[in-house]
Structure formats: C-alpha cells, structure tokens
C-alpha cells in the first residue's frame, strides 16, 4: 500500500506542456504582447504615476517561473512527468525587464534620498541640545559659574526628554513608505523647514550671545537647552496633529467605479490631499474589490459581433451606389433583430447558469470525496510507524488528481484558470490538510472570485498607476472633485462628495401626556 501511494504522489506532479499546450502558450504570449496601453483623456489634465515599491525580486523565485511556464490545461496532464523543460522569452519581454528595472533603480534611489535628508536632520536636532551643554564645559570650563544641584536636575531632565522625542520621532517618521507619491507631502515638508529654520535660530543665537562672549553662567546655557527641547516637543505635537489627527475625522465620501465592469465601493475619507486619497482608494482597492478579469469582458463582446456577422448586404445597383444605402440598411436590419437579441441573451445566460452549477456540483463531490479519501490514508498511517507518516504536500499530491479534472472545468466555465495554477493549487490543498480544514474551506476561494491580494502579484494586472487629474495633486479634496487612477488595462474614477452638514433638532415629550384613564362601566354585556 505504500509502495502505490509513493507511485501515485510521485506521478501527480507537474508535467510540462505538450505540443498543443505549448502552441496555447505562444498564442497567450502574443495576445498579452498585443494588449492596448491607455492613453491619458484631454491635454489639460495633469498626470502623475504613483507605483508601490518593489518588495520582491524582479524575476521572481523558482516557483513563480515554473507558474508561468505552465499551460491551462494542467488538469488533464497530471499522471505525466518528463525531465526537460523549455523557457522561452521574446524581444518585448527583455524590453520591459530592463524598463522595469530602471524605475525600481530610480524609486530606490528617490526613496533612500528623503530618508537620507530626514536622518541627517535628526541627527542634527538631536545632537545640538548636547552640543549646547557640552560647548562651554570644553572652551572655558575654568571660567564658569558653579551650577551644583539645579544643573544636575536639568542634565536628567534633559536626557528624558531626548529619549521620550527619539521614540516619537521613530514613530511618526521614520517607518517603511506604503507607495511612492508623485509630489512631495507638504506638511511633511512643511515640518522639516520648520524644524531646519528652528535649529538654525538657536544655533544662531546661541553663536552670537554665548560662543563670542563666553558666558559664564553656565545654569542659564543649560536651561537655554532645556528650552530648545521643550520646543521640539511641542514640534513633535504639531506634526501629530498635522500628519495623524488632522485626517481622522470623516469630510468626504468618494465613489470609486471601475471602468471596465462597473463595479463600485464606496469610502469615507477626511482631509487629504488628492495624492493621498488615490493612496488610500488603492489600499482599498487591493482589498475590497474583486480581482479583475478581462475574460469575462470578452463574452458581450463577442455575442455582439457574432449579431452583427450574421447581417449581410447585398448591393444590386452595381459598386456606383454610395455607402449611406448599406448603412441604413444595416441599422434597419438591426432594429428587426434588437427584438429577438434579448430572447438570445437570456437563454445564453441561462445555459451558463445551468453548466455552472451543473460543474460546481461535480467539483463539490469530487473535493468531499478526494478529502474522506485522505481521512482514510490518515487513519491508516497512525497504525503505521511515525517514519513512514505521509506529509501534507506527499497527501496533496496523491488526492490531487482525483480532483484536477473537475476543478479544471469549473475554473474554465468560471474564467478562473488564469489565476489559479496547479502549484498554487497544491500549497493550498496542502494547507488545508495542514490545519485539518474541511473540504468547503478549501473550495471557498475557487468558488467564487476573491479580492486582489488573494492572488499572486504577477497575476494582479496592476501594479503600476497613473494618478490623472485636472486639479494639482497636492491639492486637498474639494466637492465635486474628479480624478481617475489608470493602470494598462482599466481605470478607477473616483468621485468626491462632501458630507452634508447634518442640523439635529430636539423635540421635548411631557411625561404627562403619556397617561391616560380607563373608565370601566358597571354594565357589561354578557
């Protein structure tokens, strides 16, 4: 029995394609190759590109690569292996590698720069109340006056409130960037100007009033830095409020539709400028809306090219007639049939029905059977000794191509195959079995269309976006504000609206004139 169970799960694995897989490969490569970029709308528009910061290799590991040389039809080829395997990359291909590669060099770069220039300003501010105390003890220590204990006193408080604004500081500033915006952040620039020209004044001062004259009272340069500190503790409060407060109470709410679809969400926002809100819409976006798939575009399209292939115009005058006779001729014969095209759509429709919950209902069998299988091999295998225990990824392997075939056509009448691979497949099948998770925990994410991130990056179709507006992008959010977000193959349009000023009034009930008095008669009917 193990001996057939090592075989089965050793020839479950991944099988490379065929000559008709690999003829489906070339063709999907020059249709991705051939896709349309869009372009921006009218010339007064503004546009920017905002692109999240690469967190991964750029060719990715070796199982993204075998992903990608996988053809769609892996659930009918899983009982095969071979030795050999074939990669293929065109001119375009390396074309946009090394594109892409150039603008991750350039965001790195622009990145590491502000941080850079915020780590030297730091580090500035935070040495220079030291600076101010130890100075004078190393210049003219012999001629100061003697502090004693209230110099003391002001060296812990000093040192406590270093240490309470490092802490803040890291905080607030000095943590990983969610994406890379088109134009500067201007209170975050607002801030750093502020504290620049605030140490530069105390420097300053402090050159003019104590380096050229040598103060001797060495209690009044102490507390001089103490009130440097006070003050950048009060800087600190305000660029909280600024950068954290300021944006948490709800102004406006924006409606974010997908041009492709239609599909809409709706969020509340507060004071943003509008770099920051089309931040925060993709943030949601990754989140909340449905990943996109353009197979499922591609269904109307061809139901209205298949109605127009079937209208034909005959021309019996000869090639002198005009071309304005054919066109009328093709309208009015597509007003006869726009009264039969909606009896077409329905039944259309309702075969797809019918053939989806024809195939889910198999895939739901063959999972329930495929996992009471693998309780079986479980049972079997606790008799057994704890050196011959099957791992999960060895049970999902062996169950998996019991299953392959029927999730393989469900994903097909779905238009899920894209995104969903056998590798990917079989790490959450064997996941599942992991944390003894039941069969409709593991068909939840093929059974319907989940969120973007539940999907690997390469299969997103958006990574990099164009922020297009006719209003500045470190403008805040007004009434009535229109910007779009396009990436290669779709758009969002958000749409701003501010919140109504909602007025309450009050109403006062008396007590009293909720009582009342029931009068009985001494009659009663009998």
Request: a neutral charge; aromatic letters at 10%; proline letters at 4%.
């Amino acid at each position: 029995m193990s001996a057939a169970m090592d075989t089965e799960s050793t020839y479950s694995g991944y099988s490379h394609y065929s000559g008709h897989s690999k003829k489906a490969h070339r063709q999907g490569s020059r249709d991705r190759h051939k896709s349309p970029r869009s372009k921006d709308g009218s010339r007064s528009e503004k546009s920017v590109t905002i692109q999240t910061p690469p967190a991964e290799p750029l060719l990715g590991n070796d199982a993204s690569r075998t992903e990608e040389g996988q053809d769609d039809n892996w659930g009918e080829t899983t009982t095969a292996i071979t030795g050999t395997s074939e990669h293929s990359i065109s001119q375009e291909d390396i074309a946009r590698i090394s594109k892409d590669l150039e603008d991750s060099v350039g965001l790195d770069c622009k990145r590491y720069l502000g941080l850079t220039v915020a780590a030297v300003l730091g580090l500035l501010v935070f040495l220079t109340p030291i600076a101010f105390i130890l100075l004078p003890q190393i210049l003219w220590r012999d001629d100061l006056e003697p502090c004693g204990t209230v110099c003391e006193g002001l060296f812990i408080s000093v040192a406590f409130k270093l240490l309470i604004l490092l802490i803040g500081t890291w905080a607030l500033f000095f943590r990983q960037p969610k994406a890379d915006l088109p134009r500067v952040f201007m209170f975050r620039a607002l801030l750093l100007v502020l504290i620049l020209l605030f140490v530069f004044s105390y420097w300053l001062f402090y050159g003019v009033r104590i380096l050229d004259s040598k103060d001797t009272n060495y209690q009044g340069i102490v507390q001089y830095a103490v009130s440097l500190v006070d003050a950048l503790l009060f800087i600190h409060y305000l660029a909280i409020v600024l950068l954290e407060l300021r944006q948490l109470q709800p102004m406006f709410t924006i409606k974010v539709v997908r041009s492709t679809d239609g599909e809409s969400r709706y969020y509340s926002l507060g004071h943003l400028s509008i770099q920051r809100a089309a931040l925060v819409v993709l943030e949601n976006y990754y989140r909340d809306f449905t990943v996109y798939n353009p197979a499922l575009l591609t269904a109307s399209k061809s139901r209205a090219a298949k109605h127009m292939a079937g209208l034909k115009v005959y021309n019996v005058d000869g090639p002198g007639n005009n071309a304005s006779g054919q066109s009328r001729a093709m309208i009015a014969a597509a007003a006869r049939r726009r009264d039969s095209s909606h009896n077409e759509l329905y039944y259309e429709e309702a075969d797809h029905e019918r053939r989806v919950k024809k195939r889910r209902a198999r895939l739901v069998v063959a999972v329930e059977e495929a996992f009471t299988h693998i309780k079986r091999l479980q049972a079997e295998e606790q008799q057994k000794s704890p050196g011959e225990m099957m791992d999960p990824r060895e049970a999902a392997q062996a169950i998996f191509p019991s299953m392959a075939r029927a999730l393989q056509k469900y994903l097909r009448t779905t238009c899920q195959q894209q995104y969903h691979s056998m590798e990917s497949i079989l790490q959450h099948l064997s996941f599942c079995i992991t944390n003894n998770m039941t069969p409709k925990a593991f068909l939840e994410r093929y059974l319907s269309p989940g969120p973007t991130l539940q999907y690997d990056r390469d299969r997103w179709f958006s990574k990099q976006w164009t922020l297009v507006s006719e209003e500045a992008v470190t403008s805040g959010l007004q009434d009535g504000v229109v910007f779009v977000l396009k990436c290669l193959d779709f758009s969002l349009v958000v749409n701003v609206k501010k919140i109504p000023f909602i007025k309450l009034s009050e109403e006062f009930i008396d007590p009293k004139s909720h009582k009342f008095v029931l009068r009985l008669q001494s009659e009663t009917s009998v």
